[in-house]
Nanobody, 127 residues
Framework: QVHLVESGGGLVQPGGSLRLSCAASGFTFDYYAITWFRQAPGKQREGVSC????????YYADSVKGRFTISRDNAKSTVYLQMNSLKPEDTAVYFC????????????????????WGQGTQVTVSS
């Protein structure tokens, strides 16, 4: 069955960097889009970035453009989220998700488009 496992979270100072990983199994990884979401306490889950299957097109929330970079290594069935210039408002639990589609178009950031989720990894940005 579909299985997603996030790792790489932690505590980092403002301006610092982290790289999150989402290791996938149970499906033909190359074909399908993977999306990162985050959820801060008391807030709704929001889409952060999506990478499509096939050509690997990337999409970003406005709040992270220019700071975060999504990439995928199909040989390792893993998607990465490189997060630079981190801010306190980036503090959240980060999840990866898929619905076994190659892409989502403009709906990529809607949590209800996804059926499969990882358990999440905590990112805390604080001095």
């Amino acid at each position: 069955q579909v299985h997603l496992v996030e790792s790489g979270g932690g505590l980092v100072q403002p301006g610092g960097s982290l790289r999150l990983s989402c290791a996938a199994s149970g499906f033909t990884f190359d074909y399908y889009a993977i999306t990162w979401f985050r959820q801060a306490p008391g807030k709704q889950r929001e889409g952060v970035s999506c990478i499509t299957g096939g050509d690997g097109s990337a999409y970003y929330a406005d709040s992270v453009k220019g700071r975060f970079t999504i990439s995928r290594d199909n040989a390792k069935s893993t998607v990465y989220l490189q997060m630079n210039s981190l801010k306190p408002e980036d503090t959240a639990v980060y999840f990866c998700a898929t619905d076994l589609r190659s892409g989502y178009g403009s709906s990529w950031s809607r949590p209800n488009e996804y059926d499969y989720w990882g358990q999440g990894t905590q990112v805390t940005v604080s001095s």
